[in-house]
């Protein structure tokens, strides 16, 4: 977890997506100035990402105690394929670890592209990218190895789900 104070306020690395691809949070006027510096230092591109809360910054470790309530009420059960811990990118296969790597990983860096070279090492594996956007399935375009699909709607997601169950015996 690496995070700076600009002014007392605080601005996280929250995702390494790829070697051309961070993510930066925190106080908002921070990680705006933060992200000016960024340009002047050579960034081609700098936007904000239309969220609303401090995603996986140090500034959400209170809310994670929060989370941690929750998960206390819920039962996870040993999954049947891999889940992979996106702090310290290694699967988990119990529901303590799983919960608490679902606490660190509100407050803590995502290691996307170490996450990407974990799995490379397996097989051949499909992903489906649960949210808004199509940003983690756009940087996995490029890979062969890896089949990625956005459900950010209903329509991507039967797509996804037709041609995962499709090609079911080429994917495993």
Request: a positive charge.
């Amino acid at each position: 977890m690496l995070f700076i104070k600009i002014k007392k306020k605080i601005v996280s690395l929250a995702s390494i997506n790829s070697h051309n691809q961070i993510v930066i949070s925190g106080d908002a006027s921070a990680v705006y100035k933060a992200s000016l510096k960024c340009k002047k230092l050579g960034a081609k591109y700098t936007f904000k990402l239309n969220v609303n809360i401090p995603a996986h910054s140090i500034l959400m470790k209170p809310i994670s105690q929060k989370l941690r309530k929750i998960l206390k009420t819920i039962t996870i059960n040993p999954p049947k394929i891999p889940i992979i811990n996106n702090v310290d990118v290694k699967s988990e296969n119990t529901s303590k670890n799983i919960k608490n790597a679902l606490i660190r990983q509100i407050y803590s860096t995502v290691m996307w592209k170490d996450i990407i070279e974990f799995i490379k090492t397996k097989k051949k594996y499909v992903m489906l990218e649960i949210g808004p956007n199509k940003i983690l399935t756009n940087l996995n375009k490029k890979d062969k190895n890896l089949i990625s699909f956005s459900t950010n709607n209903f329509k991507n997601f039967l797509i996804a789900f037709k041609k995962i169950n499709k090609g079911k015996n080429e994917y495993q």
